[in-house]
């Protein structure tokens, strides 16, 4: 890569960024409840970190069976699920999610160091609403958050909303 092709990249990663910060972003009513579920402790305390600065109420799991049972007892408003967990992994629990009316129309974001394709694919395939790969953004986040959100601010299942209008 010569100087000039250098220069252009970084003027235009900063034409991206300021587009970016021009945008306004619509977040998520106050007090919208999440649940993540994920076994890094860093990973954990950057979502709780960034979801509660913006007015969010946070809920944390660090394996999937405790995600489950959480998912059932608090009604959170949305799910940031790791697929690779110990024990039961994310697929495993997002199927029980899915097949439990209580927990069934909660949207779910999977995450996942793993970006491969047939990842996404499967977990879009048997209900996640999104995949997001790690390491990710405050922007990442907060872009699938915006996807989610229906007229009231608030997170609602692409599933559902597709099969609505239909």
């Not at 003027?11 to 021009?22: G, N, T, V």
């Amino acid at each position: 890569m010569n100087t000039l092709d250098m220069l252009r990249g970084i003027f235009r990663a900063a034409r991206l960024e300021r587009d970016r910060r021009e945008r306004p972003r619509t977040n998520a009513r106050k007090g919208t409840r999440v649940l993540v579920v994920d076994d890094s402790p860093t990973i954990v305390a950057m979502l709780r970190k960034l979801l509660q600065q913006n007015g969010f109420i946070t809920f944390e799991a660090g394996d999937a069976e405790q995600g489950v049972v959480l998912a059932r007892t608090e009604r959170p408003d949305l799910i940031f699920l790791d697929i690779v967990l110990p024990g039961m992994n994310g697929f495993a629990a997002l199927r029980m999610l899915r097949h439990d009316p209580r927990t069934a129309d909660i949207p779910i974001i999977m995450i996942s160091g793993n970006a491969q394709a047939t990842e996404q694919f499967y977990a879009q395939r048997i209900g996640a609403d999104d995949f997001m790969k790690k390491p990710f953004t405050r922007e990442d986040v907060f872009a699938r958050i915006e996807r989610l959100l229906d007229a009231d601010l608030a997170p609602r299942r692409h599933a559902a909303a597709l099969h609505a209008a239909s």
